[in-house]
Nanobody, 117 residues
Framework: QVQLVESGGGLVQPGGSLTLSCAASGINFSLYIMGWYRQAPGKQREWVADITDGGDTTYSYSVKGRFTISRDSAKATATLQMTGLKPEDTAVYYC???????????WGQGTQVTVSS
């Protein structure tokens, strides 16, 4: 059974930092591209960042320079470090594992991030 479990969400003031984690189980972690997505109220889910098993990273324009994605293959965990948070970063953040060869994918249940003073 595949599970992606996100953690680390919460309430933070503008300009603050937060680190999200995604613990994967039931998959061969090295065969999956790990990604983060977010969905704000009333909006469509949007892509935030990806990281390959080789460590190649890509970011959406809105978070580039503020967020950092990483992965730890030994722990089968993907992490999203978020700095310089803005109110518009408020959303439910989801972890996604996408098969690099097969294209299959799995989602986590999401974790809420709220940026507010």
């Amino acid at each position: 059974q595949v599970q992606l479990v996100e953690s680390g969400g919460g309430l933070v003031q503008p300009g603050g930092s937060l680190t999200l984690s995604c613990a994967a189980s039931g998959i061969n972690f090295s065969l999956y591209i790990m990604g983060w997505y977010r969905q704000a109220p009333g909006k469509q889910r949007e892509w935030v960042a990806d990281i390959t098993d080789g460590g190649d990273t890509t970011y959406s324009y809105s978070v580039k320079g503020r967020f950092t994605i990483s992965r730890d293959s030994a722990k089968a965990t993907a992490t999203l470090q978020m700095t310089g948070l803005k109110p518009e970063d408020t959303a439910v953040y989801y972890c996604k594992a996408r098969g690099a060869r097969l294209g299959n994918y799995f989602w986590g249940q999401g974790t809420q991030v709220t940026v507010s003073s």
